[in-house]
């Protein structure tokens, strides 16, 4: 069992270029999410999905878009990355809204240059 | 405004020890989660709080939550270097299924 799984592990991006992260889970959970982690800012929610078909804006949503299409997968894309973006990101999932201890992928570290 | 407040951010001890790290909330939440942190590493889910005067203990750490003081400890038994780490710890948002962060507590067990 994989878990949570993201990708890529890492990137360098220029700025001004499009991204989509990935992050696949094979728990079935309902809900998922996607974190920021900057050094000195802990941890910020970007969007989160309660389940497939719907999402929603977390603290910090701007350059950022999500898609839920199923429940297995939540790409999240940056439309045109700017130097601010380079940060830790995290995909979690939770079993449901309602119980929400959250299960988190492995992350992906983003240089935008 | 909705905080969870840790206390302290930075703690450096000696091996052996005994320590308590805190977590303040302001939320009416019941349910509380602590996590793990290793450098370099992503987030591993430590304990669920569920209600008031829930306690839950793994090895050498124990948490505790009081719903009514929105407190919760995370108590660390004659520490090892192996639990050198950041621990967070989060609780539901009202209404909504968020949780909300505190800003971890960086924990450094010295040999």
């Known amino acids: 069992i994989a878990g949570i799984t993201q990708a890529p592990t890492s990137q360098i991006l220029a700025a001004g270029r499009r991204m989509t992260l990935r992050c696949t889970q094979d728990?079935?959970?309902?809900?998922m999410y996607w974190y920021r982690q900057d050094l000195g800012l802990g941890l910020r929610l970007i969007h989160y999905?309660?389940?497939?078909?719907?999402?929603g804006k977390g603290e910090v949503p701007d350059g950022y878009s999500v898609s839920r299409a199923n429940t297995d997968d939540f790409p999240l894309t940056l439309a045109s990355a700017v130097p601010s973006q380079t940060s830790v990101y995290f995909c979690?999932?939770?079993?449901?809204?309602?119980?929400?201890?959250?299960?988190f992928g492995p992350g992906t570290r983003l240089t935008v240059l | 405004e909705l905080k969870v407040e840790q206390n302290p951010l930075f703690l450096s001890m000696q091996e052996g020890k005994n320590y308590t790290i805190y977590c303040n909330y302001s939320?009416?939440?019941?349910?509380l989660y602590w996590y793990r942190q290793d450098p370099g590493k992503s987030l591993e889910s430590l304990f669920v709080l569920l209600s008031n005067g829930a306690v839950k203990q793994e090895g050498r750490l124990m948490a505790s939550l009081d719903t009514k003081a929105r407190l919760s400890t995370l108590h660390i038994t004659a520490a090892v270097h192996d639990l050198s780490a950041t621990y967070f710890c989060?609780?539901?948002?009202?209404?909504?299924?968020?949780?909300?962060w505190g800003a971890g507590t960086k924990l450094i067990i010295k040999p």
């Open positions: 979690a999932s939770s079993p449901d809204p309602s119980y929400n201890e959250q299960f």
């Open positions: 939320t009416t939440s019941d349910r």
């Open positions: 728990m079935r959970h309902n809900a």
């Open positions: 989060a609780v539901d948002k009202d209404s909504n299924y968020q949780l909300i």
């Open positions: 999905s309660n389940t497939a078909g719907t999402t």
